[in-house]
């Protein structure tokens, strides 16, 4: 069956300092691969997504970027966090080609808090 | 854009029966419906496509109407483990990669 993992479960980081989440998920072959960010009480919004290595799929510009070295794994990334950086960060895969048809299935998720 | 839910916030006790809706503003090719409970990740109930259908899960069953834009999740004989918050997402695009997400529709079940 597949699995998907995410570490670290909780962050706190001072602002200025870099940020790294990584994903991994295991069980499939070329899933696609989403970032979420959940802010405190609010709805889930799409960072980026990512249908196979190097391709990556930016929705909302900021100072948060993505990576996909390897088929099965995602990482978000920041050079310098911000304040408004803090949330619940969520990753996703899905197996189809496209989220028409095919449910998206989260990781635990990353409690980021930047202070 | 982002699916608009009603109502906000809903309180039942055991037994008791709920609709949550979900609308939008674009063309919708499918809806998802997802589960979050309080410091979890969402887990997925599930994908109605255009076409009108109705699904059922459990005593959880959800509708979609394509030409007014919108979904509807009802859950009927609320039981304490349906306490979360309901999120719906939508597809405007029959090869879109975007999922877009309601701002949520929490729901508590009490004794």
């Known amino acids: 069956s597949q699995t998907i993992h995410q570490w670290p479960a909780t962050l706190v980081q001072p602002v200025g300092s870099p940020l790294s989440l990584e994903c991994t998920v295991e069980?499939?072959?070329?899933?696609?691969l989403y970032w979420y960010r959940q802010a405190a009480g609010r709805g889930l919004q799409l960072l980026f997504y990512s249908v196979g290595i190097g391709q990556i799929s930016s929705e909302v510009p900021q100072n948060l970027s993505a990576s996909r070295p390897q088929d099965r794994q995602f990482i978000l990334s920041s050079k310098k966090l911000l304040l408004s950086d803090s949330g619940f960060y969520l990753c996703?895969?899905?197996?189809?080609?496209?989220?028409?048809?095919?449910?998206?299935?989260f990781g635990n998720g990353t409690r980021l808090t930047v202070t | 854009q982002q699916p608009v839910q009603s109502p906000q916030a809903v309180i039942l006790r055991e037994g008791e029966d709920a609709v949550i809706n979900c609308s939008s503003s674009?063309?919708?090719?499918?809806v998802h419906w997802y589960r979050q409970k309080h410091g979890e990740a969402p887990v997925f109930l599930m994908i109605?496509?255009?076409?009108?259908e109705q699904k059922g899960h459990e005593k959880i069953s959800a509708s979609f109407n394509e030409k007014k834009q919108q979904s509807s999740l009802y859950l009927t004989a609320s039981q304490l483990s349906y306490s979360g918050t309901y999120f719906c997402g939508t597809v405007s695009g029959a090869g879109s990669y975007q999922l877009t997400f309601g701002k949520g529709t929490k729901l508590s079940v009490i004794p």
């Open positions: 674009k063309a919708l090719y499918s």
């Open positions: 069980g499939t072959s070329n899933p696609n």
């Open positions: 109605l496509l255009k076409g009108g």
């Open positions: 996703a895969w899905s197996g189809l080609v496209s989220s028409y048809n095919s449910p998206l299935h």
